[in-house]
């Protein structure tokens, strides 16, 4: 038979240990063993107390293992055993950082959210963002919505965002505002199928790798709904507060309603609703119709006690200064419609969140 560590061990199991009465392999006393050229080397850790009584199991132990064929020498030595446990030699991982993190530089995170698409979120972030920036706010925007990134066109920025260290992204900026958004990060007219956690890890990257600077307040511009994004950004991220926007609609204010309850669950506070497309005024004669209804986001704040924060009037001015990449905040601050952003952005930095 050759000689193996195998038929070492075998043969160290004729040996028996006094202490426990099973085998010296068994007891796990027999260690460290190695078989090279016919020298066969082991240890058995013993308590040093107890070294003269194991000198003749040691004794034993290396005639066992002598006897077997192809053995050109034997080295069994009493070593003692430590009363710790071994070290773990296994690479430890970093631990992972626990709970809701605080972006570097950020003061603050506003999401701003809505249950249902094209009720005008887009337009809210990009008015408001530029509005506090007009109050002297540092501010940022980010366009978390990938499928269907409107924030490079409503600030009139176009471009890539760069990376010069390949490690952290240059953000672009207009209007006082910082800006990044995620669609920049994919080809335009691309159709991207986002996975859930390719979104999340975009998302990480957005608020960690984005060079924001130092700033007072970051708004994100989230998807509709209540999916992935959101989940990830609150769960992952320190969120202030959420905005909810929502048109006066039963079928938006539905919608709302779930985003309030997920905003909730995740404890965020929510700072209130802002009522979109509110009432329409006429640019020809200033005549006020209700399109979507009036009030019906006001009625909703009161049942369930969130506060409205602003009505936002449907008007072709806010429509085309945002299709024209300057938001009407800027491009007619005075205006009646931009008063509505002026008002929210002052009672956001009062309250301390902006
Ligand atoms: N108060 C308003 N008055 C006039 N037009 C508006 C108003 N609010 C939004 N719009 C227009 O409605 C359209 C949809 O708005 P926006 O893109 O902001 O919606 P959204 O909720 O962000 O949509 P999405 O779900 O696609 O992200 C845009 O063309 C925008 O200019």
Not at 276 to 304: D, P, Y
């Amino acid at each position: 038979m050759t000689l193996t560590k195998d038929s070492v061990l075998a043969a160290l199991r004729t040996v028996a240990d006094p202490q426990s009465g099973s085998d010296i392999v068994t007891a796990g006393i027999a260690r460290g063993v190695t078989v090279e050229d016919g020298a066969v080397r082991f240890v058995l850790e013993i308590d040093p107390a107890k070294a003269e009584s194991y000198e003749p199991v040691r004794a034993a132990a290396q005639a066992a293992v002598q006897a077997l064929d192809g053995v050109r020498g034997v080295s069994a030595v009493l070593t003692a055993h430590s009363a710790k446990a071994p070290p773990d030699l296994k690479a430890q991982r970093k631990p992972e950082p626990q709970g809701p993190q605080r972006v570097p530089g950020v003061n603050h995170i506003i999401a701003i959210a809505s249950g249902k698409g094209g009720v005008g979120k887009s337009t809210v972030s990009a008015n408001l963002a530029c509005a506090l920036a007009a109050q002297g706010q540092r501010v940022g925007l980010l366009d978390a919505d990938v499928y269907g990134p409107s924030q490079p066109r409503m600030l009139g920025v176009s471009g890539r965002p760069a990376s010069p260290d390949g490690k952290t992204i240059l953000p672009l900026r207009n209007h006082g505002v910082t800006m990044m958004s995620m669609g920049l990060m994919t080809n335009e007219d691309q159709a991207v199928i986002w996975r859930g956690p390719m979104l999340m890890g975009a998302l990480q990257q957005m608020l960690m790798q984005v060079q924001w600077g130092e700033l007072d307040v970051l708004l994100v511009d989230l998807p509709p709904g209540t999916g992935d994004v959101s989940m990830t950004l609150a769960q992952k991220t320190v969120v202030d507060g959420a905005i909810i926007v929502s048109t006066p609609q039963d079928v938006a204010l539905l919608d709302a309603r779930k985003g309030i309850d997920m905003f909730n669950q995740l404890h965020v506070p929510v700072l209130g609703m802002i009522e979109n497309m509110s009432t329409h005024i006429c640019s020809q004669c200033g005549h006020e119709e209700h399109v979507f209804g009036h009030g019906g986001v006001a009625a909703e704040c009161r049942k369930l006690g969130v506060p409205l924060m602003g009505e936002v009037p449907l008007h072709i001015d806010i429509r085309t200064t945002s299709d024209n990449g300057t938001p009407i905040v800027v491009a007619n601050p005075d205006a009646p419609q931009a008063q509505v952003f002026h008002d929210i952005a002052r009672a956001l930095i009062s309250q301390g969140v902006a």
